[in-house]
């Protein structure tokens, strides 16, 4: 493993970690300003400050009865020079204040570059395939 | 000819826009790794290997009465020497064998590798939201 595919793996980590204690400054610090978000929820894209908002990660978080469950799996770096992209699968559980249960499966795909010596992260796609039954729904009952 | 990598990795994204206004099956998957992980629109989560996405690419052409029409738009490329990946608003329009009519974006990220000095596909991820509260996939959202 190359130094820096280690440095992504550990941002990566850190970025878990953080986002599962409801960190907010660790959660967003590895974005870059100018970030192209595809989030699981609608809109189909969020751009810069939109996608960085720490209001809307902090209504998130409140939702979430005390820490989030989260575990990025099964993850696969790409990296060349100063571009990278990841890819895997995240796992997050945990009890939400209105009482309901969350236990879902997310695709997630994570582009990188480095800028000024530190990783940044300039992409992120996550998401749960739709159904192809034709029920329209989302199918949040998929495991790896 | 003097290129950069972006417009080469933009030209494979641009001709796989094209193949799908073809229906041209081989051209769409001409750029996808032996090796490519896909998560597709539909489920699973996961497929694995140009067979398993050559085959889903066929039942999706298969799967519509007449042409297909794929427009890319927000495309962002970023390339250096090796490594590539690429994200764009996919609007697809056609009708279904079954008559239904198909209007809708979707969001696609792909990530390229080098190899033997062709750009191919390793990674592909495409998708729509969906909606926590209802559990219904958006499919009528627009940019």
Known sequence: ?144 | MTTTPEADVRRVVDAQASAVRRGDVDAMVASVAEDVVSFDVVDPLRRLGHGSVSERAAAWVASFEGPITWDNRDIVVTAAEDVAFASMLCRVTGTLANGTRIDMFFRKTLGFQRRAGRWMITHDHASVPFNPETGEASLDLLP
Request: charge should be negative; proline fraction near 5%; charged fraction near 30%.
């Open chain 1, 1 to 144: 493993m190359t130094t820096d595919e280690i440095a992504i793996r550990v941002l990566l980590d850190q970025r878990a970690r953080a986002t599962s204690s409801k960190d907010l400054d660790g959660s967003l610090a590895p974005f870059a300003p100018d970030v192209v978000k595809y989030d699981i929820a609608p809109p189909l894209a969020q751009r810069g400050a939109e996608a960085n908002d720490p209001d809307a990660l902090q209504e998130w978080f409140a939702s979430w009865k005390g820490t989030i469950g989260l575990d990025l799996t099964d993850v696969t770096v790409r990296c060349a020079g100063e571009l990278a992209f990841c890819y895997g699968f995240l796992h997050m559980r945990g009890e939400r204040t209105d009482g309901e249960r969350t236990d879902i499966w997310i695709r997630s795909t994570i582009c990188l570059e480095k800028r000024a010596g530190a990783w940044k992260i300039v992409h992120e796609h996550t998401s749960v395939p739709l159904r192809m039954d034709g029920s329209g729904k989302a199918a949040t009952d998929l495991k790896p």
